[in-house]
């Protein structure tokens, strides 16, 4: 549990830095961009190329938090009505579930990748275009590993250790 | 057979609380295994829609309006709204109406209305004695209020979907928003008169200084409608200049706002919904493109042909349908999954595509408050400890008048289309 803590501690850390980076560079850059056109009627030619990886990149690590902070989109109109204990277990099916889902989404992100870096192009300043969506496997691998941690943190929670603080409303 | 247990067991799961882009990423993956495709098209199609330039907009207007409604920016737009509608018969339902409308359009219709918004003006509303019940039902509707106006997300994501322009959409929405607010404003009015909730003087000098609070804000709606109205932006332009100029005033302008304390949290948070509604994307994306290779829309249609025989029927249809997936599904999702399926049957029938999105999204508005899963209702219920049973009460007579307001944008598509031909958006 201490372990299972602690990793994803870590990596929200991490993934919270990361954010922070790529929104900031994505905004700046882009704000950059419009400035650039309109006023001096020029523009970096990699420009928006990058911002658009940004959005790919913001999309799934705020995707990695989401789950960690069990914020993702779903429906819970019927959940709200069960017993605290019956929750607990549809949490933790629920969350293995999810994490299933992620997995084959992550193998088949990882086929995808394969598959562009026989075929592939770049994206630019002589990138190859996989190393842009090698995002998508690695996102879905974090996006696993924090169902993972929230299944396990609900599973263990029966025993009455490791209280876990929820992330709140949207 | 199997398949049949597959869908069981994911609708299931969906039920249960299973986040939905699992589900349909899953669905996907199955649909492809079984018509023996590598799943690997699923990140095809999911890379494509990412790479689409204008969803550059989603994350950078989430951003701004997430600043805006972290900062005080709320109290400033309900300080002037008070000065300048309070002098009608129930003007704080009007200022009510029209600053979450406003808020809306900016941050999405993602439950950060009622929270920043509805939190500030439901105990206001109390205090100036209107009804519990009016008041619990005004918040709760206006979460979504203003989903029609530009640079509303699902309005952006429908230009995404359906390829349609945004410039299209957003100018088409404008007449069928201000219907939804000036009859819901009307109805606030009555309920004022009739209650005789006691008015406010007006006077210039409380306009002036309340609009000299609020001047650095000000300029944004005109800026960013405007501009995109006028064709001097585009709707990711608008985006990138509206989170840099939020950014500047809120933190360094008005600081309410510090980088060190607020940003990183205000950026987590507001790419904490980013990410889930991206998530939905790419994978619904795969899903939907897989029914259209299937021809499933064609099959509906040749299905509905034999029931529904003319436009208007198909219309009543379509809103019932839709009014259904409103209580079901989320605004995003429902986007996804259900557009690209009925847009080719709406042609057959020959409604306006342009048309048929704003009629999607009213519908999907009025879905947020309906019960089973109409997401304002828990948001309200969650944000003023009430339960679910009173809001969904509280919100019934707001309901009725917005499907009246429905019917009227349903049948009459002028009311959508004279505003794109008067622009001459393209």
Request: charged share 10%; glycine share 10%.
């Amino acid at each position: 549990m201490k372990f299972l803590r602690a990793l994803s501690n870590g990596l929200v850390r991490i993934e919270t830095a990361l954010l922070v980076l790529f929104l900031s560079i994505m905004a700046l850059l882009a704000f950059g961009q419009v400035v650039l056109r309109n006023v001096f009627g020029t523009g970096i030619l990699w420009g928006d190329p990058l911002v658009r990886q940004m959005v790919l990149l913001v999309g799934f690590v705020g995707a990695a938090l989401a789950a960690h902070e069990d914020r993702h989109i779903s429906i819970d109109a019927f959940t709200k009505f069960l017993s605290p204990a019956v929750r607990r277990f549809v949490k933790v099916v629920t969350s293995c579930a999810a994490a299933c889902g992620t997995f084959f989404l992550a193998l088949a992100a990882w086929g995808f990748v394969s598959e562009e870096k026989v075929s592939g192009g770049e994206i630019f300043l002589g990138i190859p275009s996989w190393i842009g969506i090698l995002i998508i496997p690695v996102g879905y691998c974090l996006i696993t590993i924090h169902f993972l941690v929230t299944g396990a943190e609900h599973a263990l929670e029966r025993f009455g250790r490791g209280r876990r603080a929820s992330g709140g409303g949207a | 057979m199997t398949t049949f247990l597959w869908g069981l067991l994911l609708v299931l799961l969906a039920l249960f609380g299973t986040p939905l882009f699992v589900i349909f990423g899953a669905a996907a993956m199955l649909a492809f295994v079984g018509a023996e495709i590598s799943p690997s098209v699923i990140m095809v199609d999911l890379n494509r829609i990412f790479m689409n330039p204008t969803l550059i907009a989603i994350p950078l207007f989430t951003f701004a309006g997430y600043m805006l409604a972290e900062s005080k920016a709320p109290t400033r737009l309900v300080n002037l709204a008070r000065a300048v509608f309070g002098v009608i018969p129930g003007g704080l339902g009007v200022v009510t109406l029209v600053t979450c409308a406003l808020f809306t359009a900016f941050t999405g219709a993602s439950g950060v209305t009622i929270i920043a918004l509805g939190g500030l003006l439901y105990p206001i509303l109390l205090k100036e004695q209107y009804p519990e019940r009016f008041a619990l039902g005004l918040v709760t509707t206006s979460g979504s209020l203003g989903l029609l106006f530009p640079p509303s997300l699902p309005l952006i994501l429908y230009g995404v979907v359906s390829s349609l322009s945004i410039d299209k959409l957003f100018a088409a929405g404008l007449v069928p928003g201000t219907i939804l607010l000036v009859v819901l404003a009307a109805f606030a009015i009555q309920r004022g008169w009739a209650n005789g909730i006691p008015r406010t003087r007006f006077a210039w000098s409380n306009v002036r200084s309340a609009a000299r609070a609020v001047i650095w804000e000000l300029p944004l709606p005109v800026v960013v409608i405007g501009g995109i109205y006028t064709g001097t932006f585009t709707a990711t332009e608008a985006a990138s200049v509206t989170a840099f100029y939020v950014f500047v005033i809120e933190f360094f302008v008005y600081r309410d706002l510090s980088v060190k304390k607020d940003l990183a949290r205000v950026m987590k948070d507001s790419m904490l919904l980013v990410g889930a509604i991206l998530m939905i994307i790419g994978v619904a994306m795969g899903l939907t493109n897989y029914l259209v290779d299937q021809e499933v829309p064609g099959k509906l249609f040749d299905f509905s042909k034999q029931f529904i025989t003319s436009p208007a029927m198909f219309l009543v249809i379509l809103n019932i349908f839709l009014l259904l997936v409103g209580m079901m599904m989320d605004i995003f999702s429902a986007i996804m999954v259900i557009v690209p399926l009925i847009m080719p049957i709406a042609e057959a029938y020959g409604i306006n595509q342009v048309h048929l999105g704003i009629i999607f999204l009213t519908n999907l508005e009025i879905g947020y408050l309906t019960p089973p899963v109409g997401l304002n209702l828990f948001i309200s219920s969650l944000r003023f400890g009430r339960p679910v049973f009173s809001v969904v009460r509280a919100t019934l007579p707001y309901i009725l008048i917005l499907l009246v307001a429905l019917v009227l944008i349903t049948y009459v598509p002028q009311l959508s289309l004279w505003m794109v031909d008067a622009l001459n958006a393209k």
